[in-house]
């Protein structure tokens, strides 16, 4: 058998195994409800949840995420005070605040969801993975999908393109900063799926009632 051969048969094997750990439909994901939908976005209400945040010092999203994952995987591996292994969730969440960083670059926040079984004590993780648990309240999140690889080239462009469509919606000027982030990026697929990826851009919008989410619009009358 040729190298090429051995090395797709490789990667072919590999790509399953991976898939398989992180199908969707076996993997937990936080909860939500769809409020409202458009043709390029939606917007959703998320119940409250749990996440482990890895903060980063990297300038460059891609290195922030590998290096951000790399940590959290080790959590759910057993490095944890608990030695307590945990399920892969999805999705992948890097979120962004600007001017954050060194020299006014952004700095970034990799984030992933706990469990609902360990959402109210999470294991503590080793002190040298410098990870953080972050307890989010209910909120509305502005969604716009996206395919391909997630890159520092394009993820400002997708953000943009969510902001272009809310502002030409009934959702224009309804984001919220009080989460901090400007804007998030969720990844759904394995790193080793080329085709059909799965990404996702989150805003935070005004609203968090426990009836759902309203608009600016909505809420003026």
């Given at each position: 058998?040729?190298?090429?051969?051995?090395?797709?048969?490789?990667?072919?094997?590999?790509?399953?195994?991976?898939?398989?750990?992180?199908?969707?439909?076996?993997?937990?994901?936080?909860?939500?409800?769809?409020?409202?939908?458009e043709?390029d976005?939606?917007?959703?209400?998320?119940?409250?949840?749990?996440?482990?945040?890895?903060?980063?010092?990297?300038?460059?999203?891609?290195?922030?995420?590998?290096?951000?994952f790399?940590?959290?995987?080790?959590?759910?591996?057993g490095?944890?005070?608990?030695?307590?292994?945990?399920?892969?969730?999805?999705?992948?969440?890097?979120?962004?605040?600007?001017?954050?960083?060194?020299?006014h670059?952004s700095?970034?926040?990799?984030?992933?969801?706990?469990?609902?079984?360990?959402?109210?004590?999470?294991?503590?993780?080793?002190?040298?993975?410098?990870?953080?648990p972050?307890?989010w309240?209910?909120?509305?999140?502005?969604?716009?999908?996206?395919?391909?690889?997630?890159?520092?080239?394009?993820?400002?462009?997708?953000?943009?393109?969510?902001?272009?469509?809310?502002?030409?919606s009934?959702?224009?000027?309804?984001?919220?900063?009080?989460?901090?982030?400007?804007?998030?990026?969720?990844?759904?697929?394995?790193?080793?799926?080329?085709?059909?990826?799965v990404?996702?851009?989150?805003?935070?919008v005004?609203?968090?009632?426990?009836?759902?989410?309203?608009?600016?619009?909505?809420?003026?009358?």
């Amino acid at each position: 058998m040729s190298r090429a051969k051995i090395l797709i048969l490789i990667l072919t094997i590999s790509t399953a195994i991976t898939e398989r750990a992180g199908c969707k439909k076996e993997s937990e994901s936080p909860q939500y409800t769809v409020v409202h939908s458009e043709s390029d976005f939606e917007v959703r209400f998320y119940r409250e949840s749990a996440w482990m945040t890895a903060p980063s010092d990297d300038i460059s999203f891609e290195k922030a995420t590998k290096k951000g994952f790399h940590r959290l995987f080790q959590y759910t591996e057993g490095a944890n005070l608990n030695f307590s292994r945990l399920p892969i969730t999805y999705p992948i969440l890097t979120s962004i605040v600007p001017d954050a960083g060194p020299l006014h670059s952004s700095a970034y926040f990799v984030k992933l969801y706990l469990p609902t079984e360990f959402e109210a004590d999470p294991p503590l993780p080793l002190p040298e993975l410098n990870l953080q648990p972050d307890w989010w309240r209910s909120r509305c999140i502005a969604v716009r999908e996206f395919s391909g690889f997630a890159r520092d080239t394009n993820i400002v462009k997708e953000a943009e393109k969510l902001a272009l469509s809310l502002s030409r919606s009934e959702w224009a000027n309804s984001t919220s900063a009080e989460s901090g982030y400007a804007y998030s990026i969720a990844q759904y697929s394995s790193h080793f799926k080329i085709f059909s990826r799965v990404n996702e851009v989150w805003v935070d919008v005004g609203g968090s009632e426990s009836n759902g989410c309203r608009s600016s619009l909505v809420a003026a009358y």
